[in-house]
């Protein structure tokens, strides 16, 4: 089975707090560092209906850990 490799940047004013958010969340094929502004994350997998899956709720959690972030250094 050939392995699939993606990477997800985002920008964030607090890249930092939102990538600390969103690491306990990862599943073993996930890494996530902040790189200044930016949230970069790799995602491995072996079938794409996974990797699909895995990442629409890394999404929704980077949405959510945005929120937080935001909100907490107001």
Known sequence: MKEIEGVII???HHAGC???ALRP?????MRTIACG???RTTVTG???RSLIASI???LMNCAIAEDLCRYASD
């Open 10 to 12: 985002t920008r964030h």
């Open 18 to 20: 939102v990538a600390g």
């Open 25 to 29: 969340d990862n599943l073993s094929a």
């Open 37 to 39: 502004d930016e949230i």
């Open 46 to 48: 072996g079938k794409i």
């Open 56 to 58: 629409d709720d890394y």
